[in-house]
């Protein structure tokens, strides 16, 4: 059932120890088929070093598992509520990545500083408040509505990344790989405007002219980045 | 005599280089047989790279080796005053893994500043004081017995590290392996809370229901985390 | 069609994810023929891990393409404009290396801090302004014509590199092999003098003759490194 | 002739690739053969990946080439003048270690905030002024008188190592592998020290007992670790 996705999200969550995004066990991927319904997601706890195709766990939309022999990832309500919310994207990342973590525990959304940040992401990517009190009882879910909550006034598919306070990184994409690609965006975002306060704590976000043009060089009607 | 305890001890080791813990020699690990009442820890000062399980020198908790051709570790007595205060773990690790020890050497402890810290250690990984005047005469050994004087009120399984001042970490755990994965951690959590305290100056604890939510969902009876 | 330059650019190109300078595609050197008028770069937005030399494009400096199956990259007329103003240059790299990044980012030039520097670049890496309004037209022409200006009283031949302002670093040299180097030696001096300010934040530039000493140790008449 | 000593600096000048102390040829390992007053250097500006043993020069302590077909790293002179004054060393490092660099451009000594930097240096490694005016007319012969002067009052000994301001690093030790082993533990303190001060900018170095009992651990009469 659903092998070839299966394939793709095994493949997408080795990615994230080959592009050093995770620690242990510090981070999932799962892809939507937006046809059937289904999403795959990486089973908990285990390490990528025993990781196969068929270890993948199939879930449905109302989050219940419909084929694996393990528990999905913990995070699994988050993704489930992302795929429900934000019906353009295919693939969604979790992880603990140290520079877009160290951002999240700060409690600051990143600024746009510069043309790596601009080519993929419009705008700062925000940084979600903490959950509370009774939000805690279903933490995952709620995380996931907060995450949705966030981009109320934004544009998912033009800023694929947030940042949840005191946790860390959840990205997206039209599919697993883009999902994975994005996150790795972010880290190196995340790295650098870390850097660039320190070595120049007065610095303003990049003139929104050079963020609009970066962004539209490699997006739509009118991009020439590439090879299409 | 131990030659299962030997091997795994040996590869307890083996994974300080491996996760990028230690420069040298400058780390060591031990595991200890409760029923039997020995421990089993690295020799003194032996290459990474030249040392086979074999090598791996058997102590009883009087501090007197029972086997084994070399030196065990210079801080075997601090280990041993950790088998005796501790009665639940069954490997502890010493390490000068780099940010932890910058933590250390700083003198202050790790604030809990997210769920990655939170997922493994419940509060501050508190910062030991500095030995002083006579304490040094039996240097390794009070080191030990200061830092189960610093758990007096803390439990030492909810947080399992402690960073010495001007000196470094060790972290324990209920066998050698899972006190290597908390050396891990550590080392993890100390880079993310410099570089935290870097983008944000003015960051906060993370709200201790978080911290209570993370905790609980890998520990104790209503965990979730995982395949149990 | 210029088979072993081809070869060359390719290499190169190579060269830039082997000393980590580049994720994903974010890079791109060129190398020209000086005596036919072409020069050859990277195609845009195809993966290191896949770029083969006949992939390599061939441009006139009038920015037709003259060669290749692929678009050349998106930063091909920023390159022209170098080699148009130039004379002596005979290759070309753009990269998103971290740290020359963040000093990019920061809207600062690159003091001149040891010797490190001195015995590569002749006084401040230059940070050339943010283009603005109109110039965003001809986006990638314009930061060349940019760069050349922030060099009208500046020795290109001294000062093999610039930082673009919220973007990233452009480096060259008498081929694209120098230039490569280039970019290498610019990423180690951009980290060390972040770092230098962070020991020091009233840390002055390095003295004038110890500058003039180690730039004229490797290069002109006098020169006594290595083995010519 | 002294083909031994020529295979053992080889192997010293390769080690400091391996460890991440060079890039391109920034560095470079001698050692000397009190007996016969010859000491072996590499050869200046000969790439790390086609050194070969038999590349390396033979000097004597006129500075004269005894032996070698290349010309003598262009800090030669530096390393003839602490063999000279430095009778109990049998070899010395230069390199430009990213994080030693840092604080030799920053124009500061590292202090001692811990066990990892007394276990082998004894007290903060001092940081040499830079050179000026008439001392630029034998550049590299006068970092070496300078290095001896900076020690007049410090013994050589127990603190291996010393930064030159604007510059970079040197360290010594009794024999090759030694002065490389110090070189490590140099920028691994460096880098601990940095991040430390980071962490607590009001941080004091160790107490003094503390730095005399790990120096004394690993030196002289009363030493216990290791396996002698």
Redesign the interface.
Known sequence: MLEELKQIVYEANMDLPKYGLV??T?GNVSAIDREKGYFVIK????DYDKLKPEDMVVMDLEGNKVEGK??PS?DTATHLELYKAFPNIGGVVHT?S??A????????GIPC????HADYMYGEIPCAR????KE?DE?EKNTGLLIVETFKEKDYEAVPAVLCK???PFTWGKNAHEAV?NA??LE?VA??????????PE?KP??Q??Q??HYY?KHGANA????N
């Open positions: 620690t242990f510090w089973p908990s706890g285990v393990y528990n913990s603990h140290p520079w973590t160290s951002w999240a525990q700060a409690g600051r500083y510069g043309t790596t903490c959950l509370e009190g805690f933490y005191n946790h860390g690609h790795v965006v190196e790295k650098m405007a870390a850097r660039c306060e320190m070595i120049n610095v990049a003139p002219d050079l609009d043009k060089r020439y980045y590439g090879q």
